[in-house]
């Protein structure tokens, strides 16, 4: 069942997810060659509790760390490791917080140093779509049309969508109905309705779309070895439009 959200939650949510886009905007600037995962995730940590709130993901189903970090062609889920980072790596942070109840949930794929152009394309398209996603997140459109946005401008740019992953409805819980795919068909699905939170996240790959998990039992990495880039965030549907939540400053 979608939960429709009253103003007075959405200014909860916009709460928390204003705390994950200062966590987000701090991390990225420490993204450099030399910088371990593991220290973005204890920075994270460290932020996300000096806020008053705390790490969404950490104790979420068992995962043991308050940052997603995946590199290059790992896809989502990534833990945080002694691993350092390169020049020419991409890194995807996907970070959740939980500020007086409520959630919020973005995330970003940030270079590193110098990247290939193959790897600057992947990014822009990737978030490009969920721009593109968003824009349809309005009273009256259905679900597919976010779907599709991504879908047709991830693969008109040569890339693919992840299938074994979604977006999702966000609130007290920090996965909500409904999912969102990545992929789908412009007119079908849910109506929308004003009051939906969603989390829309493209998760695209330069290669094939299908995934396999390493034995962490965490990480989803592509299936053939190539680059993949994730971005999120967080929106509210209203009678004016979609409304960024998580909105990087």
């Not at 060659?33 to 008053?52: A, C």
């Not at 002694?82 to 020419?88: K, S």
């Not at 779509?129 to 997140?137: F, G, Q, T, W």
Request: aromatic fraction near 6%; include cysteine.
């Amino acid at each position: 069942m979608v939960i429709l959200k009253q103003r007075s939650e959405i200014d909860k949510i916009r709460a928390s997810n204003a705390i994950v886009a200062e966590v987000l905007v701090a991390l990225k600037e420490k993204v450099k060659e030399g910088i371990t995962t593991r220290q973005l995730d204890r920075l994270s940590e460290e932020l996300v509790l000096k806020k008053g709130a705390k790490p969404a993901f950490k104790g979420y189903r068992g995962y043991p760390f308050s940052l997603c970090a995946s590199v290059n062609d790992e896809i989502i889920h990534g833990l945080p490791s002694e691993r350092v980072l390169v020049d020419g790596d991409i890194i995807g942070l996907d970070f959740g917080a939980c500020y007086k109840g409520y959630y919020g949930d973005a995330a970003l794929t940030v270079p590193v140093g110098t990247i290939s152009p193959e790897a600057v394309r992947l990014l822009q398209a990737t978030e490009e779509s969920l721009v593109l996603a968003i824009r349809e997140a309005r009273v009256g459109n259905r679900l597919g049309d976010i779907s599709a946005a991504v879908q047709g401008h991830v693969e008109t740019a040569g890339f693919s969508v992840v299938r074994d992953f979604v977006g999702h409805g966000i609130g007290r819980n920090l996965h909500e109905e409904p999912q969102i795919p990545n992929y789908g068909v412009q007119g079908r699905g849910i109506k929308l309705k004003a009051g939906m939170v969603l989390a829309i996240e493209p998760m695209v790959n330069v290669g094939s779309y299908k995934i396999k998990m390493r034995p962490d039992g965490w990480t989803a990495v592509t299936a053939d070895g190539k680059l993949s880039a994730h971005f999120e965030h967080t929106i509210a549907i209203t009678e004016n439009g979609p409304e960024i939540l998580s909105r990087l400053q």
